[in-house]
């Protein structure tokens, strides 16, 4: 499998944007958005997918953190759908039922080429986790979900405390993406599907 590496840079009106992303690196992450909280989301993200991940955003942070978060996740999206190339090989699902303390939040990934998110949890409106408003981690999912064509399933299956229920979402999420992109060696360079596209 060739190398399977991405840099998106995206700059609008409201944000300015530079993302690099390596889906067979070791985690290493240097990210810079302005939002303590989703700094803390994005490193721990490339952690737990081992993803090499490097995040520099500039947003209109007077006006509030969506446009930020919103455009971090479509670049990140376009990143990830960029370094998977023509996706011959992966193993193309992922899942994870993964513990956060009280938390606990199901994801499942199905790299399809079709990106959509499906969503169950119960995150409360005008909650903020350090200056992060908890409302934009769905934004986020939906944003990348989207531009990576992938069909992302996050439950929220138990959880009382909103910090541990968006940390146990990225992780979970990292680490069924990890599984999705994976080698997969009974696979050789044939796509995973009976269409002959994804």
Do not use: C
């Amino acid at each position: 499998m060739s190398e399977r590496t991405a840099r998106i840079a995206r700059t609008t009106k409201e944000t300015d944007i530079e993302l690099s992303v390596d889906l067979d690196g070791t985690g290493t992450t240097d990210i810079n958005t302005g939002i303590g909280f989703f700094d803390h989301m994005l490193t721990a993200f490339g952690r737990h997918g081992l993803f090499d991940l490097s995040v520099r955003a500039k947003g209109d942070l007077e006006v509030d953190g969506h446009h930020t978060v919103e455009d971090v996740g479509i670049v990140a999206g376009q990143a990830f759908a960029s370094a998977l190339g023509d996706k011959r090989g992966i193993r193309r699902y992922g899942s994870i039922a993964l513990p956060m303390d009280e938390a606990l939040i199901l994801a499942a990934i199905d790299i399809s080429g079709r990106g959509q998110l499906f969503w169950e949890a119960d995150i409360p409106a005008a909650v903020m986790v350090g200056s992060f408003d908890a409302t934009l981690a769905k934004e986020f999912f939906i944003a990348f979900a989207a531009n990576a064509g992938v069909t992302l399933h996050i439950r929220e299956l138990a959880g009382e405390n909103t910090h541990h229920v968006i940390e146990g979402m990225f992780k979970a999420v990292a680490r069924a993406m990890r599984q999705a992109v994976e080698a997969d060696p009974r696979m050789g360079d044939a796509l995973p599907t009976t269409k002959g596209a994804l």
